[in-house]
């Protein structure tokens, strides 16, 4: 569906029952759908399962409860789309794709080819990208759910007393817990080489859960894996990134600087996961602080 073909779906609804659609939250539908007809229906009618004084007009907020509870309850199509992706063919593509990496020589037209044609990735302007954000959303959660039920963290211990989330502390036992259990138990991932990435997003949502949402971005060839946690109106940037050598540390910063930017921010956060081979485990957890171009990045060492 176009944006207009959204909108004028959802005035059918307001046409049967007073109940109105505002603008933003056409707009929102449309923008986390990208028109997948599915998509668009299930947003649509658990809003207004969500509403039912159909006197109060649909904001944005409605939408993005609705998107929560499509993902949280993995709906027919989404657990149907889910299952696909212990496909070896899919695998080959997604895995880069959240790593932000390039795809492999054994990757085959056909692969694209594939995906494509499940929905699950579409082709825009010469770039291969996941088809929508709600998929973008559901893919590294469901790939981390298990992990993420597993874990024995008591959310709360991360919030401030004036409600704020401390990013930082969150991050400081995290490092704890990888090198205690979760280095082991990310190689339980289907998506293995991804292990560290989804670990991180499982702890991260567990918290999150109890008040915020996480958005994340990742594609092939970006080089790192963003992720934007909004909280009671906080916004806290966090790039994930695999340590490949010595200069890993200042591109990332440089990268996440410039994301900052974009964002209207000052501060954020990069953790890098230290894979070689070589160094030891106090050699791979640290914590730095770097000042670029007017932004704060704190680096962990994972």
């Known amino acids: 569906f176009t944006r207009d073909e959204v909108a004028e779906l959802l005035s059918q609804h307001t046409a049967a029952t007073g109940q109105p659609f505002g603008a933003d939250a056409v707009g929102l539908v449309h923008e986390l759908s990208q028109g997948h007809p599915w998509l668009v229906n ?17 904001l944005p907020a409605n ?30 593509i997604i895995t880069p794709m959240l790593l932000g990496e390039r795809t492999g020589h054994d990757v085959l037209n056909d692969d694209f080819s594939y995906v494509v ?8 302007k010469g770039r291969y990208e996941i088809a929508n954000p709600i998929y973008r959303e559901v ?22 007393a004036n409600g704020c ?32 990435h989804l670990m991180l997003m499982a702890f991260l949502q567990r918290v999150v859960n109890s008040g915020g949402q996480v958005q994340r971005e990742y594609g092939l060839g970006r080089g790192r894996l963003d992720l934007v946690v909004a ?27 410039g994301y900052l930017d974009g964002l209207g921010l000052t501060e954020g956060y990069l953790v890098l ?12 957890l640290y914590e730095n602080v770097l000042e670029i171009a007017g932004k704060r990045v704190l680096v962990l060492g994972c």
């Not at 401390?166 to 998506?191: C, I, M, N, P």
Request: glycine share 6%; charged share 30%.
């Open 42 to 58: 299930a947003l649509a009618d658990q809003m207004v399962r969500d509403v039912w004084d159909r006197s109060v007009v649909l």
């Open 63 to 92: 939408v993005e409860a609705a998107k929560e509870t499509i993902i949280r309850e993995r709906r027919t199509h989404i657990d149907s789309l889910l299952a696909r992706l212990h496909e070896e063919r899919v695998q080959r």
């Open 117 to 124: 044609g499940l929905g699950i990735v579409a082709l825009r």
């Open 139 to 160: 893919i590294p959660r469901a790939l981390s759910f298990d992990q993420q039920a597993q874990l024995d963290h008591d959310p709360t211990r991360y919030i401030t």
């Open 165 to 196: 989330l401390d990013v930082g502390k969150l991050l400081r036992e995290f490092q704890t817990f990888w090198r205690e259990d979760g280095h082991l138990a990310a190689g339980g991932f289907s998506y293995r080489e991804a292990g560290p």
């Open 231 to 257: 909280w009671h109106g906080e916004q806290h940037v966090i790039e994930i990134k695999l340590r490949r050598d010595t200069m890993t540390e200042a591109r990332a910063a440089k990268q996440l600087a």
């Open 273 to 284: 996961f230290d894979l070689r081979q070589g160094p030891s485990w106090e050699e791979k």
